[in-house]
């Protein structure tokens, strides 16, 4: 994307948000919040494709609910009504799954940049460097938002459980009629 183009599309608001969504394979021994801090797009917000998960599994990064996801993003700044451009440190790796998360929970105006933060500084184009605390704190509220969810969820299906416990106990010790006079 040349920078004109880039340009008009800020100044004519087809995106608001432009988002890193860099991630890296373990034997890379790369670190994305790390290298955000170092380069990154001027105004980007860092998306954690690990924090930013399904917390009821041990695989990681996997999709997380659609309630997980909208406190996630909500807490990052982002909207519905938001153009997103995604890019990563790659070219095009991570971005492409956080463009699909965003697609599968019906964000219709989300974009991943071609070639990425490579492209973008070979370009010429301008990157920050250090994150402002802001930036840093949005990325923590919406791994917090995500457990949030994940910890009121466990709550409610541990009080589920309770009772279907104690339903059984009241079963096996008395009456149906016992039991119905309870649960009226």
Same mark, same amino acid.
């Given at each position: 994307?040349? *920078?004109? $183009?880039?340009?008009?599309?800020?100044?004519?608001?087809?995106?608001? #948000?432009?988002?890193?969504?860099?991630?890296?394979? @373990?034997?890379?021994?790369?670190? @994305?919040?790390?290298? &955000?801090? $170092?380069?990154?797009?001027? +105004?980007?917000?860092?998306?954690?494709?690990?924090? #930013?998960?399904?917390?009821?599994?041990?695989? @990681?990064? !996997?999709? @997380? =609910?659609?309630?997980?996801?909208?406190?996630?993003? =909500?807490?990052?700044?982002?909207?519905?009504?938001? %153009?997103?451009?995604?890019?990563?440190?790659?070219?095009?790796?991570?971005?492409?799954?956080?463009?699909?998360?965003?697609?599968?929970?019906?964000?219709?105006? $989300?974009?991943?940049?071609? +070639? %990425?933060?490579?492209?973008?500084?070979? =370009?010429?184009?301008?990157?920050?460097?250090?994150? =402002? *605390?802001?930036? #840093?704190?949005?990325?923590?509220?919406?791994?917090?938002?995500?457990?949030?969810? &994940?910890?009121?969820?466990?709550?409610?299906?541990?009080?589920?459980?309770?009772?279907?416990?104690? &339903?059984? #106990? !009241?079963?096996?010790?008395?009456?149906?009629?016992?039991?119905?006079?309870?649960?009226?």
């Amino acid at each position: 994307m040349n *920078s004109n $183009v880039w340009i008009r599309l800020f100044k004519f608001q087809i995106f608001d #948000i432009v988002v890193d969504a860099s991630w890296y394979m @373990p034997d890379e021994l790369r670190n @994305p919040i790390q290298e &955000y801090q $170092v380069a990154h797009i001027p +105004g980007a917000l860092f998306f954690d494709v690990d924090g #930013i998960a399904d917390r009821t599994t041990n695989l @990681p990064h !996997m999709l @997380p =609910s659609e309630e997980a996801f909208a406190a996630a993003v =909500s807490a990052l700044g982002i909207e519905n009504k938001d %153009g997103v451009v995604v890019y990563d440190g790659k070219g095009i790796f991570s971005a492409a799954r956080v463009w699909w998360m965003f697609r599968v929970f019906g964000h219709d105006k $989300v974009w991943v940049l071609d +070639g %990425g933060l490579p492209r973008w500084r070979a =370009s010429g184009y301008d990157v920050e460097s250090s994150a =402002s *605390s802001d930036t #840093i704190l949005k990325a923590s509220a919406a791994s917090d938002a995500i457990e949030k969810v &994940y910890q009121g969820q466990q709550t409610v299906f541990s009080k589920v459980v309770m009772l279907l416990i104690v &339903y059984d #106990i !009241m079963l096996s010790q008395a009456s149906e009629t016992a039991v119905l006079a309870f649960l009226s």
